[in-house]
């Protein structure tokens, strides 16, 4: 990645913290996921899972494998439907998915006959936004995830890291309102891993969206977050919401700060010590 990663190893830019009374974003209420078992039962997935976030903040859904993170956030991308419950989104009922939420996925989804450029204007061109406004909008995006030279290149030229950044600014391009994101980056090496925590971090501080990120990495969760909502399996439900009382802007080494080693401490115990069930 070299040079195209080198201005995110620390960051330095002011904190914009949703302000006080800031307006609900996302609200899930009373919301199960269940399926049928071959001898005739049920299987709950999600249980009467109820959780807001309010705008412009930074929320992590974090719990072990198996909880339902993944599901819940389906569940709010309109790619799945709940048993029960609902789903609002700036008050309106989720019945599908919409522009009005942005999802990545750990899985690599650019296509790749197009280039780089072409994947971030892909929603763009769909919604018939005009050629001038697209190519501002592009060249935005392309150099604040770092890729303005690599405009032109196809995803095959591209490694896991480059790959995450283009599904990053072409879900960002499209101005949704809140960003889904899918454990994203859990297929990386673990370098390539911090270096797009911080510039995460970074595209967040500008952006200013709304964010629900699943992941069962705890110190990711601590490092991006402002809350985490820590979750229990069979079936998933919340445990514990949790503020993190970390001041931005973040950076790696906070991880070695005595609040954050607690705050590690006490999300394992609470995922771990009876709680994982």
């Known amino acids: 990645m070299g040079s195209i990663t080198a201005a995110t190893d620390r960051l330095t830019f002011p904190t914009q913290a949703p302000a006080p009374g800031a307006t609900t974003c996302l609200k899930v209420e009373g919301v199960s996921l269940r399926y049928p078992t071959p001898d005739g039962g049920e299987f709950y997935a999600l249980e009467n899972v109820s959780l807001e976030v309010k705008d412009q903040q930074f929320a992590v859904l974090v719990g072990p494998s198996g909880c339902g993170k993944s599901s819940l956030l389906y569940l709010t991308a309109g790619l799945a439907e709940a048993s029960s419950g609902q789903i609002l989104v700036n008050g309106r009922p989720v019945d599908g998915p919409g522009p009005d939420r942005g999802m990545v996925f750990q899985a690599y989804t650019l296509f790749p006959w197009l280039t780089v450029r072409q994947n971030i204007e892909f929603g763009l061109k769909r919604r018939k936004v005009g050629a001038a406004e697209r190519k501002e909008i592009v060249e935005h995006y392309l150099d604040e995830v770092g890729l303005t030279r690599f405009a032109d290149n196809y995803s095959k030229q591209l490694s896991g890291g480059m790959k995450q950044r283009v599904a990053i600014a072409r879900a960002l391009a499209n101005d949704p309102q809140i960003l889904l994101m899918d454990e994203p980056f859990g297929a990386l090496d673990s370098q390539t891993r911090l ?30 977050g402002d809350q985490i909502f820590a979750m229990g399996a069979r079936p998933g439900r919340i445990k514990q919401v949790l503020n993190v009382p970390i001041e931005r802007p973040r950076h790696l080494d906070m991880v070695m700060d005595p609040s954050f080693i607690a705050m590690k401490k006490n999300i394992f115990h609470l995922l771990h010590d009876g709680g994982a069930h």
């Open 195 to 224: 270096q797009m925590q911080q510039l995460l971090l970074k595209v967040w501080e500008h952006s200013k969206k709304t964010v629900l990120f699943v992941t069962h990495d705890i110190d990711e969760a601590i490092l991006l």
